[in-house]
Structures are given as C-alpha cells and as structure tokens.
C-alpha cells in the first residue's frame, strides 16, 4: 500500500510539475510570439539616435505608443540581450509583429534606409538644412565639414568648387549617417557621374569637371526649359571662346544674395564679387547653384551655333530669343523691358 501512495504521490507531483512548465511556456510563448505591435497604418519608423541606451529606446517605444504591453517587451528584451546590443538608426515597425521581431531585428541593427533627394539648391547652407532633415547629421555639422578647408583639400575642392560635388539625385543613405559619411558617399557618387564618357566630352570641349559643373549652374538659373538648356550653353561657350564676358544676369543675382530680382539694373552691375560676369571675364569661380544632372549634360553637349546673345520672350513664356548681333539683341532686350514696364515689374 505504501508503495501505491508514493506512486500516487510521484504520479501528482509530476503533473503538478508538468502543468507548471505548461503554463510556464505558454507565458513565455505568449511574451515572446504573440503580437505586440498595434498601429493605426501598416507600419510605422521609429528613430533611435546615436549614443542611445536601452532605457531611452525603452522610453522612445512608450512615448509612441505601439506597444500593446511594455512590460512583456522589456521581459523579453532582457532575456534576449538586447539591452547590450542597442544600435541606432532608423527601424521599420510592422503592425502585429511580436516582441521576438522586434527584438531580433533592433538587435542585429536591420535599418529601413532612407531616400534621400534634393534638388534646386542655391547655396550650401540650404543644402545642409536639406539634408539634416532626412539623416541625423545636423546641419551645423554638415556646414561645418563644407567649410573645413584641408578636410574638403583631400577630395580636390575648396570653398567656391565644393558644391558642384553634390549631384541632385536620389540616394539611399542609413539615417544614423553623420556628415563626414554624408560626403564621403556624395564624393563616391560624384566620381561614378563623371564617368568615362562624360569626363572625355568635357575634354573634348575645353572644360573641367568644375568648369563644366559651373557653366552649368548658370545655365540652369537661365532657364528652367530642358529643351533650351543647349542652345543656352552653346550661347556662353560661344562667348568664352571668344573671349567675351558672359555677362550673365544670375550671377549678379548670386553676387546679391537675391534671386527675386527681376530686373538687373546698372548700379546692379557695380557689385565688386568675383560672381559678377559683366565685370569679371570667364567663369566665376564656382557654381552659383547645385547644377542638375540635365543642365551639366546640355553643356557637356551644347548646342553648336553662332548666336552670342539672348533675352527673355516678352511673351513671359519662360523661353528666349537669340540674336547673333549686339543691335538685334537690343532690339530683343528692350521688347522684354517694355512687357516689364507694362507689368509694373521695375526692380
């Protein structure tokens, strides 16, 4: 008899333990398996900057509010070591994932990466404040390293060329880039645009990179119609050949620091910059904005003509009128003045 009770007894005492280890694993199951991620979209980013611990990613996923339970997060976290592996950067949250998704992919540092893209960038500090609202550099940083004279030595600009390295584009960058890494795969990107193809034209026509980067500038604040952007070019390159001054009205808009300007008048022209091409023969000595990849190719493949002068439409039509002779440029110039005057545009 007191062998069947101890049998009993083992017999009781191995389901107790088995029912516990039930309910162990089906608690552990639910922590770690279950979907813990409730979202109002299909996923959602969350940023976690550089030098973060584990208690300011913890508090990041409170304030946002996703978790269904941050209690069981935390557990699991804990146990999966992520508190020791925490890597910033920005993170892709789907809707319904489990805190073991989650975890596993913040652990092992799987960002989502940004599209970064600018386009339409006059000066260097728009170009910063751009691009610190896509990546974590911020934009004093990246002002900063643009005006770091050895750092951008290294790669072959100075303050006037450096921003011709920059080709409007898409890219795709990790958030957590900082400035240095910003412009150093810009510097790759730059070498990959000025291919072999490209790199032999602008030897074929008399130019450098900078110098065709330049040129290209001022073609693309002349005219915002693709399908003129190489007769424009033709126009100044025919001008430096010659020997004759661009005298182009954007770089003394640049030289201002005013691009609402619609009239350049004669005081206008006094303006003591290297940027002023009615005073200064040649290319002024860097680019007056971020040229696009479009305006640098209509100069890489201008169109050869003998017009050496050209103005506005009166029409206001964004297009232009080309005149190989200075009288007929005049002629040109002052039908669009007239349509200025008719508007009451007078500065």
Known sequence: MREHK????????????????GIWGID????????????????HHIYIPTGSTYEDVLANLENENILINIQTFNWCAKRKNYIRHVYPGRYKIKNRMSNNQLIVMLRAGLQDPV??????????????KRISRQIEADSASLMNLFYDKEFIGEYGFDYYSVKGMFIPNTYEFWWNTDARGFFIKMNKEYEKFWNYERENRALDIGLTRHEASTLASIVGEETRKEDEKQRIAGVYMNRLQKGIRLQADPTIKYAMGNFSVKRVLRNHLDNESPYNTYKNAGLPPGPIQIPSIKSIDAVLNYEKHDYLYFCAKDDF????????TLSQHNKNARLYQRALSRRRIYK
């Open 6 to 21: 101890l049998i009993k007894i083992i017999l009781y005492f191995l389901i107790f333990v088995f029912l516990l280890v």
């Open 28 to 43: 552990t199951y639910k922590k770690a398996y279950t979907a813990n991620v409730r979202l109002k979209d299909k996923f």
């Open 115 to 128: 599209k970064l893209t600018f386009n339409n960038i006059r000066f260097l500090e728009q170009l910063a």
């Open 317 to 324: 039509s964004g297009y232009h009128v080309f005149a190989k």
